[in-house]
T-cell receptor, first 115, second 110 residues
């Protein structure tokens, strides 16, 4: 079974440009999370989908960030316009719901560099 | 909100035992998890404790005390490859939101 996949693995863009990150969760996982790790610091929560619904987006930094999960399958995270402080590694994770939810499975991340 | 505190750095020698502590303040606690992350890699799941006590998985063990809002990860027979960041994490919000601690950078030396 395929794990969580993220695309692209790396992205270098100029300040002011737009970037869209994609995450394909494990099939059947209703929960999908986006996280960001900046400069080796904490893994900061961005938002949480349950199927196609945003359950919690309290971690989204500002309205330059837009996440979608149409159809409850893959998700995209768009940054528009990108700023220097948006640089970091963006991780996506998925997990099942209910009593089976003891582990989140992470993708390899997208390393975003804004120059 | 949720907060999980860990020491920022721990250094130990190869073959030693090290304990990484995690204290948490959360609402609707469902369980404490531990994840390992090597530089440039994805966080990978190590363990999960829903009940008080010690869970052992090979060289790694994890402990939870719900009454003290405290847990720890114990790593035995340290190897160089154990050098990584270790994060505690909790499921809250009905058991489906995963929030991470501040992370501990473990350095294993010869």
């Amino acid at each position: 079974e395929a794990g969580v996949t993220q695309f692209p693995s790396h992205s270098v863009i100029e300040k002011g440009q737009t970037v869209t990150l994609r995450c394909d969760p494990i099939s059947g996982h209703d929960n999908l999370y986006w996280y960001r790790r900046v400069m080796g610091k904490e893994i900061k929560f961005l938002l949480h989908f349950v199927k196609e619904s945003k359950q919690d987006e309290s971690g989204m930094p500002n309205n330059r960030f837009l996440a979608e999960r149409t159809g409850g399958t893959y998700s995209t995270l768009k940054v528009q316009p990108a700023e220097l402080e948006d640089s970091g590694v963006y991780f996506c994770a998925s997990s099942p719901t209910g009593t089976a939810n003891t582990e989140a499975f992470f993708g390899q991340g997208t390393r975003l560099t804004v120059v | 909100g949720q907060s999980l505190e860990q020491p920022s750095e721990v250094t130990a020698v190869e073959g030693a035992i090290v304990q990484i502590n995690c204290t948490y303040q959360t609402s609707g606690f469902y369980g404490l998890s531990w994840y390992q992350q090597h530089d440039g890699g994805a966080p990978t799941f190590l363990s999960y404790n829903a009940l008080d006590g010690l869970e052992e998985t090979g060289r790694f063990s994890s402990f939870l005390s719900r009454s003290d809002s405290y847990g720890y990860l114990l790593l035995q027979e340290l190897q160089m490859k154990d050098s990584a960041s270790y994060f505690c994490a909790v499921f809250t919000g009905g058991g489906n939101k995963l929030t991470f601690g501040t992370g501990t950078q473990l350095k294993v030396e010869l």
